[in-house]
């Protein structure tokens, strides 16, 4: 799939860390549901479908906060998804209610795709430019050879 790179990196320092979040149903209960946690579901939903992308229309964002078509369809789905659960439960329903939902399920295993592919296109990234600067690699020493200690 073409990637088509990352216009504004910032945006996406905020969106996969998000989409992690959305995919961690240990770290939602354990930060979500602590009042005196900065993070949120809401905080979640604001950088998703407000701040850094728009879940609901993630098209217009490829090249700038996503990456690959992969990306778009996968946010597509995740914002489908995610309004659902937010028509079952209510928009103003505490977090609790949200994870507690029945089809939360759902929710955690489509972020959980799109992270995979939005961290395995951020390293593809990573290793096509370290490729492109030239830096030397990191070569293990051979067996037995002296170490710097």
């Known amino acids: 799939m073409t990637d088509h790179g990352i216009e504004f990196p910032v945006f996406r320092l905020h969106v996969v860390p ?7 149903p240990s770290w939602q209960r354990d930060v979500w ?10 905080y979640v939903v604001n950088v998703l479908f407000d701040d850094f992308c728009n879940a609901d ?4 964002w490829l090249g700038k906060s996503l990456r690959t078509e992969e ?11 995610y309004s659902t659960v937010q028509e079952e439960v209510g928009r103003d329903a505490p977090d609790k209610v949200y994870l507690d ?13 799109l992270a995979q592919v939005m961290v395995t296109n951020d390293l593809q990234a990573a290793a096509l430019l370290h490729e ?18």
């Not at 998000?18 to 961690?24: E, G, I, K, T, Y």
């Not at 549901?33 to 809401?42: A, G, I, M, Y």
């Not at 939902?101 to 795709?113: D, K, L, Q």
């Open 18 to 24: 998000a989409v992690l979040a959305l995919a961690s």
């Open 33 to 42: 549901l602590r009042p005196e946690e900065f993070e949120d579901l809401d």
């Open 57 to 60: 229309d993630p098209a217009p």
């Open 71 to 81: 990306e778009v369809a996968l946010m597509k789905k995740l914002g489908e998804i």
């Open 101 to 113: 939902a029945p089809a939360w399920s759902n929710v955690i295993a489509v972020a959980g795709r």
């Open 132 to 149: 492109q600067l030239n830096l030397p690699h990191y070569q293990r020493p051979a067996e037995g050879a002296p170490t710097a200690e």
